[in-house]
T-cell receptor, first 114, second 110 residues
Framework: KAGVTQTPRYLIKTRGQQVTLSCSPI?????VSWYQQTPGQGLQFLFE???????NKGNFPGRFSGRQFSNSRSEMNVSTLELGDSALYLC?????????????FGPGTRLTVL | AQRVTQPEKLLSVFKGAPVELKCNYS??????LFWYVQYSRQRLQLLLR??SRESIKGFTADLNKGETSFHLKKPFAQEEDSAMYYC????????????FGQGTTLQVKP
């Protein structure tokens, strides 16, 4: 079956702009988590959505937001972009987010803020 | 605070040598721990989880609650094991929140 897909794969934006990233989970998966990966901070949890509801949130400012649709596809939005938002954004999906569920990661969206 | 620490950024060994990638955690409850691996130009993928007590590609990891550690071990390293390894802790039970360590690059030299 198809893996987790993320679009677009690469983005270049300028400071102050906003951006929307998309994640399509594996068919049947209802939990989608988002992570930010940077050389300095490593992999940091942004938020998790399950059944269209945000179930967990990491320590990121309110400029970072997300949502999940009824088909489990998820989007994350970053408003008023800052240089420090340049990162690889990963999403991961799992069946329902239980301990026994494997999280499958997408290839990521590389965001560059100029 | 929930935290995962991987003290080594880079671990370089020769083929056939034993490997131990260190991971320490801080968690107030009963931890659920994982090792993820990222090979060059590939996606991050699950290597093993402690609740399964399994051995994948010759790797094992034992949870030591006394030392709050979950070190990854392999008796004989292979060149194809060269990759980035991340230790991760499930932040809350029954959710998809993973807390990752900073990662260790394993380099296996021929």
């Amino acid at each position: 079956k198809a893996g987790v897909t993320q679009t677009p794969r690469y983005l270049i934006k300028t400071r102050g702009q906003q951006v929307t990233l998309s994640c399509s989970p594996i068919s049947g998966h209802r939990s989608v988590s988002w992570y930010q990966q940077t050389p300095g901070q490593g992999l940091q949890f942004l938020f998790e959505y399950f059944s269209e509801t945000q179930r967990n949130k990491g320590n990121f400012p309110g400029r970072f937001s997300g949502r999940q649709f009824s088909n489990s596809r998820s989007e994350m939005n970053v408003s008023t972009l800052e240089l420090g938002d340049s990162a690889l954004y990963l999403c991961a999906s799992s069946l329902v987010g239980r301990v026994s569920d494997t999280q499958y990661f997408g290839p990521g969206t590389r965001l560059t803020v100029l | 605070a929930q935290r995962v620490t991987q003290p080594e950024k880079l671990l370089s060994v020769f083929k056939g040598a034993p490997v131990e990638l260190k991971c320490n955690y801080s968690y107030s409850g009963s931890p659920e721990l994982f090792w993820y691996v990222q090979y060059s130009r590939q996606r991050l993928q699950l290597l093993l989880r402690h609740i399964s007590r399994e051995s994948i590609k010759g790797f094992t990891a034992d949870l030591n609650k006394g030392e709050t550690s979950f070190h990854l071990k392999k008796p004989f390293a292979q060149e194809e094991d060269s990759a980035m390894y991340y230790c991760a802790l499930l932040g809350s039970s029954n959710t998809g929140k993973l807390i990752f360590g900073q990662g260790t690059t394993l380099q296996v030299k021929p």
